[in-house]
């Protein structure tokens, strides 16, 4: 096998590194807070298993049966009509995009690494101007920190698959697994954790509303890096011998796991703070900082590793969103990484440079465009629109073009044939059908 290429476990930690990110500890707790908790959690589960996972193999089958960029590879399966398949370039544009956003939140988590360390906001409304004030008004600050993860991701992905890639995963995720648990165990011993469980496993319909069910579908596309060629890439290091569904349910399971974990933590936070959990987007920058104040050292302790641990979670996505860009340049293009990697970089830097220009007070009305300002654009496009396109994609690409003897191929020795017919359905009907429900209503063409 080729020597830049991932081993089997470096495989899986890697693409458990992508999948895991802020769409786990950040997104997830608000989302659930938000639309009601145990019957939102269930029916995540539920879109999880039964679209995230159909599409996750789909991606992984492409992966490893070419082993080459993305691009190649849909050529390589689709040879008769090979000359469209040039066009899939597009899903690099995806990452390009959801990365200039995503960096800024990357350089929002490294500087609040510093103000738990140093300087916890003592209220609600102390850690609310903070935050705000970071967002709208300290450009510096932002940019220097947003600098700072966009060379930690850049100079990682110069480094290549094995010296860049795997060499991050193999020291961070175990790290983020080890805060996590510390944190899970901590979170037990805490008045509000009973709360917690209650409120993420008992279904309360109060909140739920069928907009909730897209959110869900949503997000089980968004956390699990699903829909621009990320895991399809990272895959290219399979040989056919791995047992791809294995390691597909291992990755999504984790993914899961470590999204119900965060919750929990987070709540159990919350509800011994005598708060409620529903805080929206605002609750990890806002709500955590003013009660990790309360608790006192342990609660300097608990932020500072909290931070890193979503410093890390996100670093390692970052990541995995820029690479199958690279990965195409140097294989096609013949570029060299470097050459690739600081071109692409420099690209999303200037795009992220003028998002987060968008959020301040100086200059959002120059950077807003209708009812949204640039980063909101950024990410409303990627999300509700490119993403899903991306999904839908290889929901039919292999649902219906490639070689129904090659899919069998990759797939009947891990699933066996009743698997495989449950698994071949949802990917010709039940993925596109709900990625383009999902679609029609976050663009608002059908509101639900
Ligand atoms: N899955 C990551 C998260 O939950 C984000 C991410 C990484 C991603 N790579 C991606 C999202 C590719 C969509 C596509 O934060």
Redo the contacts with the bound molecule.
Sequence with gaps: MNKNRFTRLGFILAAAG???????IW?FPYITGENGGGVFVMVYLLTVIFIGMSIFIAEVVLGSRVNKDSVSTVETLAPKSKKYWRYTGFTFL??VI?LSF?AIVVGWILNYIVIAATALPSSVSEAETVFLGLLKEDIVSQLIYYTLGFLIIAYTISKGIKKGIERLNNVLMPALLIILLCMFFYSMTLDGFHQAVEFMFYPNFEKFHASSIIIAVGHA????????A?IITYSASLGKDVNIVKASISIVTLDTLIAIVSGLIIFAIVYSAGQEPSKGPGLVFITLPAIFYEMGSIGNLMAIAFFIALAF??IT??V??LEPTVMYLVERRKMSRTKATYGVSAFFYLLGVFALLSNTNEFSSALTFGSKNLFDWLDFVTAAIL?PIGGIFVALFVGYIMDKNVVREALIPFMGEKFFAIWLFLIKYVAPLAIIIVMLNETGILKF
């Design positions: 992508s999948a895991v990110g802020l769409g786990n997104k995806i990452g959801i995503y596309f968004f956390t699990l890096s699903l829909g621009m990320t979670a996100s996505s970052s995995s969103i993403l």
